[in-house]
């Protein structure tokens, strides 16, 4: 018996009894006959047969009891302990196995619990720490924000946001905040071009990084 005519008779073992007349039309399609059916229905199942049998009860016991969440390798260890397995079985059964009864492993995707960290932008390198390369006044302004505290006993802190003219090294502006923010950055330029008028300055980020400021 080949593997196209048991699953055959398998189909009309189940749907025989759903379906009135489902056997004949089923057997006269395929070109089988009554005797070959009924003489699958009553065969003595093989020693192989058996142990298939017992493997789909247990491959189906462990797989729901792990909540669909075991592959092949991780069932085969389980397989292998179990006490009323006395055969061995191979990795590839066991995969064969879960493909015909459309097991497939349900894992979860792993949640990361942390910060995604800001992405750092990298610019052309300036100032190169030329820093007596100004001629004039807001040729170079340099900006920095530092955290202050104050109160009897310090317990009171804000940030400092300040813009420092590199030609002559005096602060142009200055603003304080509760955190440190953007806007809090862009109103200390903006109270900067508002003090030194029409200017383009380079505005380095840090002490080496600079870019040319268009003005807000």
Known sequence: ???????VFQTIQE??????GAQAIILRKVGLSRQAFNQWLHREETP???Q??????????HFNKHRQR?????LKIY???????????SPKRVKRLMTLLHLKCQSRVKKHHHVKQAEQELRDNVLNQR??????????WLSDATEVHYGINGE?????????????????????SVTETSDAMIETFKRAFNKAGEAHPICPYGPWLGIHFQGL
């Not at 749907?15 to 009135?20: F, R, S, V």
């Not at 298939?52 to 016991?61: A, F, M, N």
């Not at 813009?163 to 603003?175: I, K, P, T």
Request: hydrophobic share 40%; charged share 20%.
């Open 52 to 61: 298939e049998t017992l493997l789909k009860q247990k491959v189906l016991l």
């Open 79 to 89: 397989l292998d302990h179990d006490t009323e397995l006395n055969f061995y079985v």
């Open 1 to 7: 018996m080949n593997a196209q005519h048991k699953l």
């Open 15 to 20: 749907l025989g009894p759903l379906i009135h």
């Open 156 to 176: 009171y802190k804000a940030r400092l946001c300040g813009v420092l003219d590199l030609h002559g090294r005096y602060l142009l502006s200055y603003n304080l």
């Open 70 to 74: 075991i592959a092949a390798g991780k």
């Open 48 to 50: 192989w047969e058996q």
């Open 131 to 140: 820093f007596n390369m100004t001629t004039k006044p807001n040729e170079v």
